[in-house]
């Protein structure tokens, strides 16, 4: 069974973004804690900035489209819900926040149907890589009547 890749990619960009932007919002939260006593509303600005950052770092994507016989297949990562696979919008797998990951989906209907989407990450600290294959069906599944026809033919049953 041929197995065709459909993406192999790895984003340095948005991973330093998302990770700088989670560290320094820990940082600045920090600050404002210890400010606290001397000057309310310094302590109250930092703590919207460091809010801020957290919303940085959760709006913050790795995001990919490919198309594979004629459907579209789209990956989404995002450091605080985790991933995502998409085939023609449709979430049809979800993962989880980890450092390597696998998802499957099976294409339910039309075109590819019965094709098998795989998609596996690994989320490092500086970098975020991401591969997706796809399978096609097995050219041959032999039916439930066919296997006992077989069964019985060889006198098993």
């Known amino acids: 069974m041929a197995v065709t890749i459909l993406l192999d990619v790895t984003d340095a960009r948005k991973r330093l973004i998302q990770h700088g932007a989670v560290i320094a919002g820990i940082l600045i939260l920090l600050v404002a804690g210890a400010a606290a006593g001397r000057s309310i509303p310094l302590s109250l600005a930092l703590i919207v900035a460091g809010l801020a950052l957290f919303t940085v770092t959760a709006t913050t994507s790795q995001k990919w489209v490919v198309d594979y016989k004629g459907r579209s297949i789209a990956y989404e990562n995002n450091a605080f819900f985790g991933e ?4 023609d919008g449709e979430l049809v797998a979800k993962g989880k926040i980890g450092v390597k990951s696998e998802m499957r989906a099976t294409i339910a209907s039309g075109e590819a149907a019965g094709d098998e989407i795989v998609s596996r ?3 490092g600290l500086l970098r975020f890589r991401c591969r997706i294959h796809a399978s096609p069906r097995a050219s041959m599944r032999a039916s439930d ?5 077989e ?7």
């Open 151 to 157: 069964v019985r033919r060889r006198g098993l049953v």
């Open 121 to 123: 990450s690994t989320a």
């Open 145 to 149: 009547e066919q296997l006992m026809a």
């Open 84 to 87: 995502k696979l998409f085939v």
